[in-house]
Structures are given as structure tokens and as C-alpha cells.
């Protein structure tokens, strides 16, 4: 069995992160709208009752980019696992209710279910205005990138639109307020 390797994380008051983290085994569970528009909304729920900046973000069909700031007190492991677990669990009690085919696909050699997979994301610190802008232009123009749409604004599963002051979308995520 293969040992897994910890990530120092590093959590510095005021500083951005960027986050990355994947569907388990890189399915497209995000490919239904719905799906999509249930994380966002829970995504803003979380960043309200959390306290955190949410400065970028996009949810794609097989993981979620986020560039967010804690508020004093807060850490950016305790906001991951509030935005990841509880949305896991609701998806698979969900499923499990619908008796969906995905579900099979969900279970490791143990057969316990996953929506996420594990230890697959992404940290980052972010430290420069320059490396921040960088990683805001790049969670925007992941969507083109994939070929899900022609122009990042076409994505509304995106804080890109917010970006350009357009406020249609699924969910609005003010991303200055905390």
C-alpha cells in the first residue's frame, strides 16, 4: 500500500488561496445544470456563514477551481471541508434515494461511496496582486480552455460574469463581502 503524502499548508492572515479539487476519479458529476447550480448556491451559503472572501471560482463537470481569503479566525482546510463535505453527502443521499447507476461508479475497494477525490487538489498561496490576478484570469478562462463554451462569460457557473458587472447567472457570489 502505497504511503500518502501530506501537504504542508501554510496559512498566513490576509493572503489569498488558491484551491483545486476534483471529482472522484475525475468523473463529470457536475455535468448536470442542476448539479452545478446546487453547488453554487451552496457555495454562497458557505461563504455567508463562514466568513471567507470568495475572490474567483468555477465549477466545471469534473472539479471546482476557488480563490478565496479567510476572515480572521478562519482557515482555508475548515472552509474546504465545510463546502466539500455536506455537499458530498447530500449528493449521495440524494442518489441513493434515486437509486442512481452513477452510484456504482462512486465506491473504492472498500465499497465506500466518494463524490470527491482524495488528496487529489490543489493549495496555493497567493502572495502577489500579479500572481493574483493571474489565477483569477485562468479560473475564468478554464471553461474556453475545455471547449465548454467560446467565451468565459457563456459559463454561468463562474464568478467571470460577476466580473464583467453582468449579475444573471444561477447564483450571484458578491466576492468582497465576507
Known sequence: MEKRRHRKR?????DGRYLTFSCYQRMPLFGNDRIKDAFAIHLEECRKRD?????AWVIMPDHVHLLLIPCAGQTASRILQAIKEPF????????RKLEAAVLARLLDSRRL???WQRGG???????????????????????????LVGQELDWPWSSARWYSLDRNGPVQIDPFLP
Open 10 to 14: 501554510f496559512e498566513y492572515a490576509g
Open 51 to 55: 466568513r471567507f472572501q470568495l475572490i
Open 88 to 95: 458530498a453527502r447530500s449528493m449521495l443521499k440524494r442518489w
Open 113 to 115: 461511496s466518494h463524490f
Open 121 to 147: 487538489g490543489y493549495d496555493r498561496n497567493i502572495i502577489t496582486d500579479a500572481e493574483l490576478f493571474e489565477k483569477i484570469a485562468y479560473i475564468h478562462a478554464n471553461p474556453v480552455r475545455r471547449g
